[in-house]
């Protein structure tokens, strides 16, 4: 009978690795090649949220990645469900990671791109008020005009598509303000657009070691004409937790 030996087969250890070790694995060598990472965390069981948020899923490792993926990209763009949901605050990173930036030749913050339809985010919140870097407002041609223009006062408004977004539309013209980098933290509506388009370039999921069952959402929503297929980058671990980076074939 064949002998297999497992132990070759162990990933490498989050806590096993430095800060500038751990960024190595996720930075893009070629900065000018547009590309759009999607971060998630998932219970093992595909649960993406644990009572509406998604807190109770990530760990120390997942915030660290979480934190040092922001401190790559030019732009973080964000669904505006997931900004209501997670009660996001400014763009605004922590010294540490702003430092890291600056060493790699990049500004200290990203750039927070939020993406709406309504246009449903109030223009008083700290988001706005707050922001080291002024915001960008990812919306469609069709958005109510009166929320449109109380918000162009505090961020930039981008229209990337006429009744619904369009997700080639955004990326492009993120790039073409310098924004290559983009990184995206959600939310599921969001994503299964984005891979419905087709725009999707890498996606790092930490999956946590719980069974939430209920209904809790996935990490894509919507309808897809044919299942995307992946290739795994790599695999790290912290305790029980696997963080996962794969890459959209093409
Ligand atoms: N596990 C994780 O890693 C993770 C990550 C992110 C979020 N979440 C969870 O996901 C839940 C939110 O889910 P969600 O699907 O509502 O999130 P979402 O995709 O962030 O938000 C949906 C909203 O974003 C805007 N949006 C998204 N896609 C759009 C599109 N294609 N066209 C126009 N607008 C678009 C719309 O905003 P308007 O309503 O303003 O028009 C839409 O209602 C929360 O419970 C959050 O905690 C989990």
Known sequence: MDTVRVDCLFPLAVSDLTDDALSSLYARADRSEPWLRVNFVSSVDGAATV???SGG???D????VFDLLRALCDVVIV???TVRAESYGPMRLEQPSADRRIARGLPPHPVFAIVSHSLSLDPASRIFTDAPVR???ITTDAAPRDNRDALAAVADIVIAGVDELDPVAMTVALAER?????HCEGGPSLFGALIAAGVVDELCLTVSPQLAAGDAKRIAAGALAHPGELTLGHVL???DTL???YEVAR
């Open 61 to 64: 490792a997942d915030h660290r």
């Open 57 to 59: 899923l990530g760990g």
């Open 178 to 182: 310098g924004l290559t980098q983009q």
């Open 135 to 137: 915001p960008i407002i």
């Open 51 to 53: 009572d509406g948020v």
């Open 237 to 239: 671990v912290s305790g």
């Open 243 to 245: 963080l996962l980076r």
């Open 79 to 81: 669904g505006a469900g």
